[in-house]
């Protein structure tokens, strides 16, 4: 049996935007889950079918030994928690997640650093916002401690899945989902909680090279009131169309607009914005203020910080369509740039659309200062610069 007790985590301060408004409200511990019953993998994957993988591991194909899983009912709360082989699949074709969407996830990666030591990214982050997602959803939060204690569980069991190529890691998957087998529009009395883990190499096979960037003019991602800051299943979904139509028009990547004014630029596909107003130590970053339709990128707020560590001002606002077009033609718009865990810090090189024309992003390449962010955070997840955020969370 693995018990699982964590530290407590100051993130009150930790995730205060600009606005003073803490970005990931704690919520109350109630948890009465201590331990994460070990029922680990018999017979696991072996080493020569692990370095099979890790030789070409792509984004999220191939899964680790285990999962943890753990199970709400009103009357029991969170229980059943364990760690256990394979398969993450719980209830009938009649589950609540199934018919009506009820499910949310999250993202992070464990990175292996030279010094063997494993480690997350600020997961209490990803805790807090997945908190944040289930109130929305209707679904019942999974305490901190058992969302770090699951990552701690699996991470330790399944260690031998966190590649050693600084380029690659062990991404981490989080879901919560209704699991009620019985059809019926109201929030599940049952649920399930399972963490799986996947090795990955880059999100973008073709390496950091610019994204070109179809904006979609026809399709919204989120309007106000709705689900845009949680990270639920129906987002997706519904993305998936607009993500078809960019490809169709010779695009990476589609970028978001927002739903009332049709102007603002809210995010690219499944990452943050990144606009650079002029060059060197005098360049300014904006990012699109956190409307309540935009997800709260853990990566957003960690470059808001490394851009001022690295003297640069940065800061949340709004930039629309046309001030864009216009400021890369003037050379105001320097760089741009989209991040999020899968892909770090991917840089935009073309804008395309139906309607507000189509221009390359100063020469379409990568931008330097983009660059340097990228290696600045980069360096933190793999060690080889010092953690001076307290951001890693080592955990073997
Ligand atoms: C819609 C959306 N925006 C932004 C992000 C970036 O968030 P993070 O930096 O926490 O990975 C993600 C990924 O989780 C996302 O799905």
Known sequence: MTTFVHNDLDVSAAHVVASGQPLYPAVERTSAVSAIANHANT??????????????????????????????????????????????????????????????????????????????FRPEANALRFQRSAHRLALPPVPTDLFIGAIEALVRQDQAWVPTDPDQ??????????????LGVRPSTHVTFVLMASPVGAYFPQGVKPVSVWLSDEYVRAAPGGTGEAKCAGNYA??????????????DQVVWIDAIERKYIEEMGGMNMFFVYGSGSSARLVTPRLTGTLLPGVT???????????????????????QWREGCASGEITETFACGTAAVITPVGRVDSKNSGAWNIAD?????????????????QTGKAPDNHNWMHRIV
């Open 364 to 380: 379409g390449g990568s931008g330097e200062i983009t660059m340097k962010l990228r290696s600045a955070l980069v360096d933190i």
């Open 169 to 182: 890691s062990l991404y981490l998957r989080p879901l919560e989902f209704g699991s009620e087998d019985a």
């Open 300 to 322: 957003r707020d960690s470059i808001l910080t490394l851009a001022r560590d690295l003297g640069y001002q940065a800061e949340e606002g709004t930039i629309t369509v046309d």
């Open 43 to 120: 017979s696991p994957a072996t080493t020569e079918q692990r370095e099979a993988i890790f030789a070409d591991p792509g984004f999220g194909r191939y899964f680790s030994d285990n999962v943890v899983r753990a199970v709400w009912t009103k009357a029991d709360g969170w229980h059943q928690a364990e760690l256990v082989a394979g398969s993450a699949s719980a209830g009938g074709l009649g589950i609540n997640a199934l018919h009506y969407g009820q499910s949310i996830f999250e993202g992070l990666k464990a990175y292996r650093q030279a010094d063997g030591g494993i480690y997350t």
């Open 238 to 251: 519904s993305s998936l169309i607009a993500q078809a139509e960019a490809s169709d028009n010779g695009c």
